[in-house]
């Protein structure tokens, strides 16, 4: 399996990923003009951050999504991790764990994380239980959001 970081050509392979996710998570559909739009965006602006793709003999089998939030706390940039998604024929095959740790290969590179940090849904306990394998812990912060009008 070879992990690398995502480029142009594989925006249709990234914009299916998320529009599945979205579906499989919370039941959503995604407009897919505007999905394109943003996976482009961050393939074009890479200080805003990356994919990370895994590619198994030339298929793109699991990507994951890294933004930076600046923290003036640290100095340093907090890596957060976003739409993952690993297609149902290679799941519990490591594939996240080899995703996350590439994350923090790179991260260590440029001495430049904070910390790692993603989302997850509350009932989502199999993506919970993950995660605190690969040495996450539940953070003290919730999150509160409005969406603009």
């Known amino acids: 399996m070879l992990i690398r970081k995502g480029t142009q050509q594989d925006l249709a392979d990234i914009v299916a990923f998320n529009q599945a996710m979205a579906f499989e998570t919370e039941g959503l559909s995604l407009d897919a003009d505007t999905l394109i739009t943003g996976v482009q965006t961050l393939l074009q602006q890479p200080t805003r951050g990356f994919y990370l793709v895994a ?14 939030e600046w923290s003036d706390w640290r100095a340093k940039d907090y890596y957060w991790i976003q739409s993952v998604y690993v ?3 290679f799941r519990r095959q490591g594939l996240y764990r080899a995703l996350y740790q590439k994350v923090k290969q790179l991260a260590d590179a440029n ?3 904070a910390s790692y940090r993603l989302y997850v849904e509350h009932d989502n306990h199999v993506a919970q239980k993950a995660y605190q394998q690969l040495g996450m812990e539940q953070s003290h912060y919730l999150m509160f959001e409005e969406k603009p009008e």
Do not use: D, N, R, Y
Request: aromatic share 4%; net charge negative.
């Open 55 to 68: 590619e198994h003999e030339g298929e793109i089998a699991a990507s994951l999504m890294v933004t930076f």
């Open 111 to 113: 001495g430049s994380a």
């Open 87 to 89: 297609k149902p024929a």
